[in-house]
Nanobody, 123 residues
Framework: QVQLVESGGGSVETGGSLRLSCAAS?????MAWFRQAPGKEREGVVC????????YYLDSVKGRFTISRDNAKNTVYLQMNSLKPEDTGMYYC???????????????????WGQGTQVTVSS
């Protein structure tokens, strides 16, 4: 069983930045970030593999969010810049041990989940 622990959420004003971290208890090949706004479904944001490939699923975050990994630490990061109020929500880390990032992402694609970290962007 893989344990995922997220950190780094918080409250910022529009235009601010946050860096989320997700540490896995053991090796995972693909790690992804999802987010869920109040009253909305959880949506996939970005996924990265241990091999270095990255897939962004939301056009709205391209150019503002950057995923990176420290494979030695089994940790994935999400650098979020130029934050907007619509980025507000709970951010979840998800992972699979041996499966590649999907071409189209869904919650069912991932076996392991973190507890989530809240991101709030005020206008």
């Amino acid at each position: 069983q893989v344990q995922l622990v997220e950190s780094g959420g918080g409250s910022v004003e529009t235009g601010g930045s946050l860096r989320l971290s997700c540490a896995a208890s053991q090796y995972t090949y693909s790690m992804a970030w999802f987010r869920q706004a109040p009253g909305k479904e959880r949506e996939g944001v970005v996924c990265s593999t241990n091999g270095g490939s990255t897939t962004y699923y939301l056009d709205s975050v391209k150019g503002r969010f950057t995923i990176s990994r420290d494979n030695a630490k089994n940790t994935v990061y999400l650098q979020m810049n130029s934050l907007k109020p619509e980025d507000t929500g709970m951010y979840y880390c998800a992972a699979n041990r041996w499966t590649d990032c999907p071409n189209t992402i869904a919650t069912l694609d991932f076996s392991y989940w973190g507890q989530g970290t809240q991101v709030t962007v005020s206008s």
